[in-house]
């Protein structure tokens, strides 16, 4: 079974989306909040087996949730920059509702 969560930094209340398979955490990917912009700064996968499809759940959960709150993607980790480039339709589609900042 697959669960993503989001979950807040006590501290900064910056954003960590996680993903767990069969009730293993097997991925985090970490934001930073400036305004009403996340920057997704970088992501860790613990499983050699599926590398590619766990990272492009979880990166796409962190996508459409935060476009759900109305915040703007900053593209930083080269994992989620190597996402948009491999779904151009994502990619395009957050362009057109200027919801995406690539470097």
Partial sequence: MVVLGLHFNRESGD???RIE???EE???LNGVFEGREVRLVHTEID???LENEVADELINFAIDTMKD???KIVAVCPIVIGF???HPRKRAALLAQN???LP
Wanted: charge should be negative.
């Fill in 15 to 17: 954003p960590q989306f």
């Fill in 21 to 23: 398979i069969d009730g």
């Fill in 26 to 28: 097997v991925g985090i």
């Fill in 47 to 49: 499983t050699d087996d």
């Fill in 69 to 71: 709150f109305d915040f």
């Fill in 84 to 86: 948009l480039h491999r």
């Fill in 99 to 101: 919801r995406l900042t």
